[in-house]
């Protein structure tokens, strides 16, 4: 690709809306282009600004979309319609179940185990269970998991997975993250599921 010019958009802030102007480049012989700083600043198709799309994503996790764009009014003073609001949760969501499904191929792949990404805790705590969903079409199972610990400064951190697969290739994606958050280093790992296929948590010896 080669650059073109820059060029001017609109973009939706906590602050407000703000121009942006960024180097824009195309490639004449197959008519792709892109303008990097949109991919670098996690601009997505919608004009909003990483934060403001950042809160969003996290006040949808508790409220409806519609009850999300008021507390982000009422918050922010930014108007952001719930249709807005929609797209980007599943935007969002669908880049990270991407993320999960190919880390979750590499390991099949080589089987490396990833790393912790944080201090190791002395318990760790993991919990899997299966609920219903509504679809567009109808009742779906979906499966949930939490992963939860307490820091040095007895402080709770937490981390929640749901994806609509079956219990074997979410258990694997469940301790694909418990990787990350020490499972391998805790001394102490207390497993709560149920009579589930929740593979690799079935024969690994954990307490349950």
Known sequence: MKFVQHRSRDIHSLLGWIELKRAYY??????????PYDQTSGLGSQQLSSALAKACCMLAVDDSFEQTS????????????????????????????AQQEDELKRFFED??????QVEPPACLYIAADGTTAHEKDGWHEA?????YWYDEDSERQSRYMAGFCDSQRFGWMLWLEA??????????VVYLGDG???APWGWRGHSQ
Do not use: M
């Open 196 to 198: 589930a296929g929740w």
């Open 70 to 97: 008021r507390k982000i009014e009422n918050l922010f003073g930014q108007q952001v319609c719930d249709d807005t609001i929609e797209q980007v949760v599943h935007q969002v969501g669908g880049r990270i179940s």
């Open 143 to 147: 499966k949930t998991g939490c992963i």
């Open 111 to 116: 089987k490396k185990v990833p790393q912790a």
């Open 26 to 35: 195309h490639c004449a012989q197959c008519g792709a282009s892109c303008a």
């Open 179 to 188: 990787c990350k958050c020490g499972v391998c280093e805790a001394k102490e």
